[in-house]
């Protein structure tokens, strides 16, 4: 099982490498480290995953390893990968090859290792390896990590559709489902449920009405859903206890999932009619479940998932994918713990996303140094939070005018009859009857360390360093493209970690 290739190149070898020089580097570089990526303690790990294979023996997983780092630097399929492994010398070179007139690898074997290294972990692991690797080759400094964290959106690979499709689509894939179970033509089932909006191309064709009209929209509305339920009754009558096994019992959660997350009483009715607003948590694709909506301004919206990555030292060390509508901050923690482990962590460099959240408090209660900007004071024109005096050991703030008030799990209250008489009053608070308030946030403390970096020089010189990050996840973003290539979450980490190791390689054949 071991990939059984020569350390140094051959004649034709050097040859292919020759041509390469300009515009094929990154190809002679991975051939000149390939052993070294793929080091004895790696392939061994990588061999032990197959320790309770049966059948035939498989190929060199190394070798596999190495053709998913290709696939994501030319963002090739496994059906092209199995192409270009024949047509193109630059792979060949790579994967020890050259000349040959078929592919070391199949399709089929590329699909069956992917879900071996979601299995095992395994993606993480190659991260890992090229992490060790820029430790071995010595050109970045290990003692401390200097860890900056980064998020960009990642637009789901799944058909996003509005509620009308989605209902659609769920009641035919219950429709699909039933028919295969009870194994009847699903034409037989359409009819025998009177499912009429499943007869057209599509549901909009068959309920066919006119799609301004609010009126005719919720007489379509009640229509499908009368379907809906008769379709329900007829899996209930014909199905039995296959109704509660997959993918009969998938296909039916779906279809309950897009009524709960899309429609909401009518309060003038009492009907469902199509939900005002965006359901939270509201899934848009049936095709990928995991896919969210999310944000990346006030404005402009996407769906999918956030890529999230953690750079030590000039070296991705670690990534992952979350939904787009999970908060930065979810995902601190598991980029810390993965970031840990290649060293002490000394400094963390994040956006104010990440900052919310018990593992940066964790890591500041320790004497790690958190590096963000805070956020900014928003009473515009009078005193901001700033100018008052906030002492958290005595639980006291004092406000620019010496009055001092005891800070309560509200906050600080100047009373009313303290801030009336007050001469600063019109620079402080727009309270008609009632005197100023100072929120305390549960990481005040923190965040008044921010505050006291970004007032000096030094400090916000320190708050540049984190622009190296958002490099690397440009590069990231390069590799992978803004679209994902699979659904769901964790083949998507596996992508996003692959096209890492990928940016990870190319900064130490740069370095
Ligand atoms: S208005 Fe109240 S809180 Fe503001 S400066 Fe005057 S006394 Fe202090």
Redesign the pocket.
Known sequence: MRWKVPVEMGVRELQVARRLHRVGRFYVFLRKIRHELFDEDFERALESTYKKARGTAPLPPALLAMVTLLQAYDQVSDSDAVVTAVMDKRWQLVLGCLGAEEAPFSQGALVSFRERMVRHDLDRKLLDRTVALAKAKGSFGWQKLKVALDSSPLLGAGRVEDTWNLLGRALSLVVDCVAKVVGVPREDVVSQAKLDVLRGPSIKVALDIDWDDPSQQAQALQRLLEEVTRAQAWVAEHAGDDAAKPPLKEALAALRSVIDQDLEPDPSTGKLRIRRGVARDRKPSLGDPDMRHGRKSKSKLFNGYKRQIAKANGIIVAALVQPANCADAVATESLLTDAARHGSVEELHIDRGFLGCEAVDTFHARGGLVLCKPWPSRNQGR?TKLDFKIDLKDRTVT???K?TVPITKSGAH?PGD??TP?S??AR??KAKND??SVDIHPQEELLLLLRQRRATREGRAALRQRVTVEHSLAAVGAIQGPRARYKGIRKNSLDLRRCAAVANIQALRAA
């Open positions: 005193f406000c620019p005018e009055v100047f303290v801030c007050c600063q009053r402080c608070t005197g100023r």
